[in-house]
């Protein structure tokens, strides 16, 4: 079963119109391609001045499944919170098929982070007090998609994801590798382009992981999302097409597999 | 951005997630908005029944008080709620009467004697409030004053009593105590200020006239009987309990009132209509606005109960905000969530509150309003209604935009760290 059948109607998902019409027109999914230039992250805080990244140079082709590995503390978090936008760099850019991101308002920014990203967070972050398929629908239904084909979808995602029969189920009577698996249901619901996993197994026991992890290596296979994930197990990351090495705050090596 | 229908929906959630907080702020709201409600109601009732008690006073009319007048209690004398007057010490007798009467633009006197007796009609008795005047001058003193058909006025004949409708149909009773062309005996009790001993002094009367309601207290509670009759059933002696000086118009009873002080001082108690009027306004705006404070302070606190109640909801569920964020939401749809969540506790709250603020004015009114016995129900108006309504929902909304700013302010990734 493929995530998107029904294309047509999930076409404009596809095609992220920044400025509603403007010169930046374009279809993403003909030229995904993530870059970022000399980007460095300082944090300034009463305690002092944190250098987190520093001048980090890297880009990732459609369809690619990249991890970023590095100790605790060394930067990997920040990394990927500006590579979804949720922080800015201190110093430079980051490009998103060809966009300058940070040149966007912030509106135009949540709205390319809700067609075009699907976040994946180590603690799940998946809302209690509603059902697992709510949980799902929640990026749909801030892109206003029709309570019908909302419906069809998180049903479809969940089965994919072979949780169907806890849709209507509250996410605390799920294990983690379930409550995970419906995060990931959630990130695929506008049908992004790329998904950005922080620790997606590191609550998980190592079996549940890495079926957690098979299902990711299945979307960038099968399905060609791109996805960057951060992990600190190496024998993951030596699963995915390329390691990204971080060590404070800076690119240590890079290893293609 | 979310559609509106999915942000209530969004809101009601969160709020049924913490019923018990949720009800609790409800609750708080429902307070207030329900005091403004039922003070609102019964304030509304309480001008009312006041206005209603003197709208029908001639305002030429001073009201002349002896000391005797005060101990009839509240409503007793058609001046008798205004400024209770300085204890007066001079006895209203048929001289003063004339000296009063013959001052300038003064164009009549009339002079009353006020008791209680005890009414006795077939097995019956009652106790009722006699008015003894010229049965001919009650035209000028409740100018709209009518009487029921087959009514007589007999002004010389001593025997003859003129009650009021709620006296010869007493409210609430299915049979009249007293109809037309009946015989009672009136018995007035008093103390002998000789003997010291317990005296009763008795005759019987003929009832010739029912007086339709007039919405004057006094007249509408009242038996009228002629001079001679009360003063001798009464046993006054020839000294009145309270006098109606008719000016010749309006204009003149400021001129009338220092005329009449010019000649007797503070000894003698001078109320006008024009006095009870404002008096009345002032006493009934200071209630009204004395328990209308009291409500909107409970307002404002239940504000502060939605301020507290969202401040905490943003607090517990900053990690869901910046979740909400890295999944696409707007500032706006955050913003907008929290409102609508101070929104819907303000409506359930008001509305609430609207209800049990009418139910609570009713229980009120039962016990605390004074009436003259006869308890008024609370005025609601929709328009009152409405705008508590409207105060207590804007209110609420305007308690949530601190918490629900917050909420959308909060950075993405700092909102995520946050455990
Ligand atoms: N908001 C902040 N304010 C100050 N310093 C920060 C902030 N966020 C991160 N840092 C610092 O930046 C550095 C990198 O942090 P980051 O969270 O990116 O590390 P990480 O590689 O994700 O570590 P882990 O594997 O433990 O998750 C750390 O030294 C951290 O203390
Ligand atoms: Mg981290």
């Given amino acids: ?118 976040f994946i ?61 419906v995060a990931i249901a959630r990130s695929l619901m506008n049908n992004p382009t790329i998904i950005l996993a922080d620790e997606p197994t590191g609550n998980l026991d190592t079996k549940t992981g890495n079926e957690v992890f098979d299902l990711l290596r299945l979307l960038s296979s099968k399905y060609r999302r791109t996805i960057i994930m951060v992990t600190h197990n190496a024998e993951l990351a030596k699963k995915t097409d390329r390691s990204i090495y971080i060590r404070d705050g800076q690119i240590e090596k890079e290893i293609l597999y | 951005m979310l559609n509106i229908k999915e942000i209530f929906i969004l809101s009601f959630e969160s709020l049924t997630d913490r019923k018990v907080r949720s009800i609790l702020t409800i609750l708080m709201v429902m307070v207030g908005s329900a005091l403004l409600i039922a003070v609102g109601g019964i304030g509304a009732s309480f001008t009312d029944a006041f206005s209603k008690q003197f709208r029908n006073l001639a305002p ?77 001058k009650l035209l000028v003193i409740a100018p709209t004053l009518e009487y029921t058909d087959g009514s007589t006025l007999q002004p010389n004949n001593p025997s003859s009593m003129i009650v009021a409708q709620n006296v010869a149909n007493p409210p ?36 010739t006239g029912i007086i339709k309601e007039t919405g004057n207290p006094t007249i509408d509670s009242a ?27 309006s204009n003149f009873v400021d001129v009338v009132e220092q005329e009449i002080r010019s000649l007797y001082g503070n000894n003698i108690g001078i109320t006008t209509v024009k006095a009870i009027l404002k008096t009345i306004e002032q006493f009934t705006g200071q209630i009204n606005a004395f328990l209308n404070s009291i409500a909107i302070i409970s307002l404002v606190v239940g504000a502060v109960g939605i301020i507290t109640t969202l401040y905490t909801a943003v607090i517990e569920r900053t990690r869901e905000i910046g979740t909400l964020k890295a999944i696409g939401a707007q500032n706006s749809d955050i913003l907008a969530l929290f409102l609508v969540e101070a929104l819907l506790i303000g409506i359930f709250g008001a509305t609430i509150g609207l209800l049990a603020g009418i139910g609570f004015g009713y229980g009120l009114s039962a016990t605390v309003v004074p009436g003259n016995g006869s308890s008024s129900p609370p005025i609601y108006t929709a328009n009152d ?31 995520l760290r946050s455990q």
Wanted: hydrophobic share 40%; no cysteine; charged share 15%.
């Fill in chain 1, 1 to 118: 079963m493929a995530l998107d059948t029904n294309n047509d109607s999930n076409n404009n998902n596809n095609n992220y119109h920044p400025s509603n019409g403007g010169n930046h027109d374009f279809a993403v999914s003909s030229d995904p391609t993530l870059t970022v230039e000399n980007l460095s992250k300082v944090f300034e805080s009463a305690a002092g001045r944190v250098v987190a990244l520093r001048r980090i140079n890297f880009t990732v082709n459609k369809g690619e499944f990249v991890s970023i590995v590095g100790p605790s503390g060394s930067g990997k978090s920040t990394l990927l919170n500006i590579l979804g936008a949720l922080d800015k760099p201190s110093f430079g850019k980051l490009f998103i098929g060809g966009i300058d991101i940070f040149l966007l308002s912030d509106k135009e920014i949540a709205r390319m982070r809700n067609n075009l990203i699907g």
């Fill in chain 1, 121 to 181: 967070f180590q603690s799940y972050n998946l809302i209690s007090r509603t059902t697992v398929q709510r949980n799902v629908e929640i990026p749909s239904i801030i892109a206003r998609m029709s309570s019908k084909e909302r419906a069809n979808r998180s049903l479809r995602l969940l089965e994919i994801l072979g949780i169907a029969t806890k849709a209507k189920f509250k996410p605390a009577s799920l294990s983690g590798g379930q409550q995970q698996r």
């Fill in chain 2, 60 to 136: 030429n009319i001073l009201f002349i008080s002896s000391s005797q007048q005060s101990q009839q209690g509240p409503g007793g004398g058609v001046g008798g709620a205004g400024t209770p007057p300085p204890a007066p010490k001079i006895t209203l007798n048929a001289a003063i009467v004339n000296r009063i009467h013959s001052l300038p633009f003064v164009s009549d006197v009339i002079s009353t004697y006020r008791g209680s007796v005890t009414v006795q009609s077939q097995s019956e008795s009652k106790t009722d409030s006699i008015l003894s005047m010229d049965p001919q």
């Fill in chain 2, 172 to 207: 609430g009773d299915a049979n009249p105590f007293l109809v037309l062309g009946q015989s009672a005996k009136l018995t007035y009790s008093f103390v002998d200020s000789t003997t010291g001993q317990q005296k009763e002094e008795s005759k019987n009367f003929i009832v």
């Fill in chain 2, 223 to 249: 038996i009228v009987i002629n001079l001679q009759a009360g003063n001798s059933l009464l046993q006054k002696s020839g000294k009145f309990d309270s006098l109606f000086v008719i000016a010749q118009t």
């Fill in chain 2, 385 to 415: 209604m409405a705008r508590v309504w409207m105060i207590s929902v804007g209110l609420s909304i305007v308690a949530g935009v601190v918490p629900a700013l917050q909420a959308s302010r909060l950075l993405p990734v700092q909102a």
